[in-house]
């Protein structure tokens, strides 16, 4: 062939089919490449804060004559019931505003409140007759309990609740006073739909020794109670009461409402944490705190429980009119404050300040609440209700780091707090023949938060 001839052969080979097959594809990404989409901007937005529209409180069991206390503050609208374990369906309960309604449960009950109630709804569960007092609950995540005992001398029985129709399932981790246990018994606790079970933990893990829990919710919603007992020996009588929890270990703090009388305190620290805690004891009068004399500093190593012995100017301190004993450490503990006084047992629950206002229901006896640690100079303007009526009122003025007593009238069973100006912690002490019992006033819950909503990012 001919030098004409190859070079016609080149040019037919490159067909304009083929060229496009190899262009189209090049023009197309060089045309995406020069597309400049809109960014998506989504704008930062706190979650909204609402009233809730329903809430569920959970009273532990307690023993026959004890019953669940309910109130509502304020003139709220809306519907209140009731159910325990078994029950086909909920009981409705009348609330008037500021009066306190007396159900006769004793087994675990599952309060619901709806409409706008909710915000509003506070419970309680009351044994006169032994004068022991624990509140109601919203189900949480988690529960920090110390101080439970596991012998004969010494037991504790822990109920877990479920107020939701599916089942709930918990992981409990204790510890001892030689570290973390090993109880397989204890991880997957499954409490079914509106059911409940008791944990004799004597039976579960039998140690002599004081112990810690931590419980974590990790599926559904459960409330966790931990009921006390010192059973009789000699001439001494049974003796039983809640176990206050706590939500979570902290550095600082108050256990507030202190009973006087002839006894022993009993104070157990725990320390979950990897590093070792050093812990100071102050005792907190009305204008002061100090570190007590002979009080040496708490050493609780890691992953550990401690109990501690206190020094007898330290009793003399609390049976003469301290109001709080505070715990100060450099990690975060643990720390429940056993009493038994006259053959009685009271525990001092863990107090935190807050400027909004707080609420307790009252047993019947001689009442008297306690107001510690205020954040600074104000005011808390104090109203106790007895039967839906206004018994009386009274404005404490509070300095900084002050508190002070207020004596409730005959009659008092429910109490309000409002600080002004300021944040502090209340508690009420109610004594009677039966016994004593110390009541921390909490924070209603009257807001929600619905979490904004919005398309993801990459």
């Known amino acids: 062939m001919n030098e004409i001839g190859r070079r016609?052969?080149?040019?037919?080979s490159v067909s304009p089919t083929a060229l496009l097959a190899v262009l189209l594809p090049l023009l197309t990404v060089g045309a995406l490449a020069l597309v400049r989409p809109d960014v998506l901007v989504s704008p930062d937005r706190a979650p909204e804060q609402v009233s809730p529209s329903r809430v569920d409180l959970v009273c532990?069991?307690?023993p026959a004559g004890s019953e669940v206390a309910l109130a509502a503050s304020g003139r709220a609208t809306g519907d209140v019931s009731s159910y325990s374990p078994g029950d086909i369906d909920p009981s409705p309960i009348s609330l008037v505003a500021d009066a306190v309604e007396n159900v006769a449960r004793p087994h675990a009950t599952f309060v619901r409140g709806n409409g706008r109630i909710a915000a509003e709804l506070i419970g309680a569960r009351i044994d006169e007759q032994e004068m022991t007092a624990t509140e109601c609950v919203l189900p949480r995540p988690e529960y920090w309990i110390t101080g439970i005992g596991a012998d004969a001398d010494h037991a504790t029985s822990l109920e877990l609740s479920n107020p939701d129709e599916g089942p709930a399932v918990a992981d409990i981790t204790v510890w001892g006073r030689t570290g973390q246990l090993d109880v397989p018994t204890l991880r997957g606790v499954t409490v079914p739909g509106g059911g409940s079970q008791v944990l004799d933990l004597a039976e579960v893990l039998p140690r002599r020794s004081e112990l810690?829990?931590?419980?974590?919710?990790s599926r559904g919603r459960m409330a966790v109670a931990a009921l006390d007992e010192i059973p009789?020996?000699?001439?001494?009588?049974a003796a039983a009461g809640w176990l206050p929890p706590v939500a979570a270990p902290a550095t600082e703090q108050l256990l507030l409402g202190l009973v006087g009388g002839e006894?022993?305190?009993?104070?157990?620290?725990?320390n979950p944490g990897t590093d070792e805690a050093r812990v100071e004891l102050r005792v907190v009068t009305e204008d002061a705190s100090f570190v007590p004399e002979g009080q040496a500093e708490i050493r609780v190593s890691p992953e550990s429980v401690e109990t501690v012995t206190l020094t007898d100017t330290l009793r003399d301190q609390i049976r003469t009119g301290a109001l709080a004993l505070q715990v100060t450490s450099t990690a975060p503990v643990t720390a429940a404050l056993r009493s038994i006084i006259d053959d009685d047992l009271v525990y001092a629950p863990t107090v935190t300040g807050t400027e909004s206002p707080v609420t307790a229901l009252v047993p019947a006896g001689d009442a008297q609440l306690v107001l510690a640690r205020?954040?600074?100079a104000g005011v808390a303007a104090v109203s106790a209700y007895g039967d839906g009526e206004l018994l009386a009122e009274k404005r404490v003025e509070l300095t900084d780091g002050s508190g002070g007593t207020v004596d409730l009238p005959k009659g008092t069973d429910l109490v309000r707090v409002a600080p002004r100006r300021t944040d502090v912690s209340a508690s009420v002490v109610v004594t009677s023949r039966q016994g004593a019992t110390v009541v921390p006033l909490r924070e209603l819950v009257r807001y929600a938060l619905i979490p904004d909503v919005?398309?993801?990012?990459?």
């Open 232 to 237: 009789a020996l000699g001439r001494r009588p």
């Open 60 to 62: 532990p069991s307690g």
């Open 8 to 12: 016609s052969a080149v040019r037919r």
């Open 454 to 458: 919005r398309p993801g990012q990459s």
């Open 263 to 270: 006894g022993t305190d009993t104070l157990v620290l725990s």
């Open 212 to 217: 810690a829990i931590h419980v974590v919710v």
């Open 374 to 376: 205020a954040g600074s």
